[in-house]
């Protein structure tokens, strides 16, 4: 089979790999029918996260058709069209059976806290991604859903990763009715948070970003406030100026480890191949949230101290909440507000390259080129 596979920081190409065989009653094989780069990807990209080895194929985003299944498979056969949620999860340990399937138990030996994700390096579980045209999918019985008939393909797509974590973001922000929220980044994962607020009750969003073309699409796609931080002295002093002086009722962190705003910080986590990155978007949280209020984390962080204002956030008295977003979770809801009318997530795509066309995809969105947000992989006739 064709697969992007990693040759080094800024390095991928397209190659020719073994296509993928079942290695368990419970896995099936998926045949790719779309996939996408997400942004965090980009710090598999850079070399920012740890244990990303030559070969690896990225991709946690992705739909396909199922091609073959194991013999314990009940839920799926071949021929079935499907989205694959980007947690892996055995659905029957102690953290699954509580929904939290981004913290399963069973799925990856390398780390305690993370379970397994498909094509983020072997730091979580090393399992081979969907930028690929096939596919071995682990567990097939608890994480696929065969897409429904009413269910657009890209809207499918979207609902793998991005869009449920930033539906996932705005409920761990904890909102209530008539509250004034901030979302920091206005990547996809930022911009789907910020649309969901309004679905959780929210009655003021405001989004943070620097690039104009992305806060354009915070106006339009999340009818939201927006603030080019690159333009005002003081981020933190103007969010509160907007909020009368006490600041949001909530702020949503979608930016994460590679943040701009403290070079120094960045390059160091750069030449440790560690994505702890700079604490910039998070401490603006701290300070940007009133007294009492709520800090909703989904941002990429790893393992490097990053001085985190901690001492801040507890004289504050503030609740902060993260966690990998638990996607199968959010698929019913989701399902139904995409039925009413209330999202289109595909209407965050801006760009379509076909899978051997990767390398420039990847070169256009890191590099933010052509106003690129969300760009999906296809893959041919």
């Given at each position: 089979?064709?697969?992007?596979?990693?040759?080094?920081?800024?390095?991928?190409?397209?190659?020719?790999?073994?296509?993928?065989?079942?290695?368990?009653?419970?896995?099936?094989?998926?045949?790719?029918?779309?996939?996408?780069?997400?942004?965090?990807?980009?710090?598999?990209?850079?070399?920012?996260?740890p244990?990303?080895?030559?070969?690896?194929?990225?991709?946690?985003?992705?739909?396909?058709?199922?091609?073959?299944?194991?013999?314990?498979?009940?839920?799926?056969?071949?021929?079935?069209?499907?989205?694959?949620?980007?947690?892996?999860?055995?659905?029957?340990?102690?953290?699954?059976?509580r929904?939290?399937?981004?913290?399963?138990?069973?799925?990856?030996?390398?780390?305690t806290?993370?379970?397994?994700?498909?094509?983020?390096?072997?730091?979580?579980?090393?399992?081979?991604?969907?930028?690929?045209?096939l596919?071995?999918?682990?567990?097939?019985?608890?994480?696929?859903?065969?897409?429904?008939?009413?269910?657009?393909?890209?809207?499918?797509?979207?609902?793998?990763?991005?869009?449920?974590?930033?539906?996932?973001?705005?409920?761990?922000?904890?909102?209530?009715?008539?509250d004034?929220?901030?979302?920091?980044?206005a990547?996809?994962?930022?911009?789907?948070?910020?649309?969901?607020?309004?679905?959780?009750?929210?009655?003021?969003?405001?989004?943070?970003?620097?690039?104009?073309?992305?806060?354009?699409?915070?106006?339009a796609?999340?009818?939201?406030?927006?603030?080019?931080?690159?333009?005002?002295?003081d981020i933190?002093?103007?969010?509160?100026?907007?909020?009368?002086?006490?600041?949001?009722?909530?702020?949503?962190?979608?930016?994460?480890?590679?943040?701009?705003?403290?070079?120094?910080?960045h390059?160091?986590?750069?030449?440790?191949?560690?994505?702890?990155?700079?604490?910039?978007?998070l401490?603006?949280?701290?300070?940007?949230?009133?007294?009492?209020?709520?800090?909703?984390?989904?941002?990429?962080?790893?393992?490097?101290?990053?001085?985190?204002?901690?001492?801040?956030?507890?004289?504050?008295g503030?609740?902060i909440?993260?966690?990998?977003?638990?996607?199968?979770?959010?698929?019913?809801?989701?399902?139904?507000?995409i039925?009413?009318?209330?999202?289109?997530?595909?209407?965050?795509?801006?760009?379509?390259?076909?899978?051997?066309?990767?390398?420039?995809?990847?070169?256009?969105?890191?590099?933010?080129?052509?106003?690129?947000?969300?760009?999906?992989?296809?893959?041919?006739?």
């Amino acid at each position: 089979m064709k697969a992007m596979t990693y040759r080094g920081p800024y390095k991928i190409r397209v190659d020719r790999k073994p296509d993928p065989v079942i290695a368990h009653p419970n896995d099936a094989i998926v045949r790719v029918e779309l996939a996408s780069i997400c942004g965090s990807d980009l710090h598999l990209y850079h070399g920012m996260m740890p244990d990303t080895r030559i070969g690896h194929t990225f991709g946690h985003e992705f739909i396909g058709r199922v091609e073959e299944v194991g013999s314990s498979v009940q839920n799926l056969k071949p021929g079935d069209r499907v989205m694959v949620p980007f947690n892996i999860y055995c659905g029957s340990c102690f953290f699954c059976a509580r929904g939290l399937y981004s913290n399963c138990h069973n799925v990856n030996a390398n780390a305690t806290a993370i379970g397994g994700i498909y094509g983020y390096s072997h730091s979580t579980g090393g399992f081979d991604g969907g930028q690929a045209e096939l596919v071995r999918v682990p567990f097939a019985d608890v994480g696929p859903q065969v897409i429904p008939d009413d269910i657009a393909s890209e809207d499918a797509l979207l609902l793998t990763d991005a869009f449920s974590t930033g539906y996932f973001g705005s409920q761990l922000a904890d909102i209530v009715e008539g509250d004034t929220v901030v979302v920091l980044g206005a990547g996809p994962v930022g911009l789907a948070a910020a649309r969901s607020c309004w679905l959780m009750g929210a009655g003021r969003v405001i989004v943070v970003d620097h690039l104009d073309y992305r806060l354009e699409k915070a106006r339009a796609f999340a009818f939201a406030e927006t603030v080019h931080f690159g333009q005002v002295d003081d981020i933190v002093l103007t969010l509160k100026k907007m909020t009368d002086g006490l600041g949001a009722d909530s702020v949503i962190d979608a930016v994460g480890a590679e943040a701009d705003g403290h070079v120094v910080q960045h390059v160091t986590a750069a030449k440790l191949k560690l994505q702890g990155g700079s604490p910039v978007a998070l401490n603006w949280a701290i300070d940007a949230v009133r007294k009492g209020g709520t800090i909703s984390v989904m941002g990429a962080y790893g393992p490097l101290f990053s001085a985190v204002k901690v001492g801040n956030a507890m004289n504050k008295g503030l609740t902060i909440r993260a966690n990998q977003a638990p996607v199968k979770r959010q698929w019913p809801r989701l399902l139904e507000h995409i039925r009413a009318g209330h999202i289109a997530p595909r209407e965050l795509i801006t760009h379509r390259f076909d899978l051997d066309d990767i390398a420039e995809g990847y070169h256009v969105f890191s590099s933010k080129l052509d106003g690129i947000v969300k760009p999906v992989i296809t893959f041919g006739a």
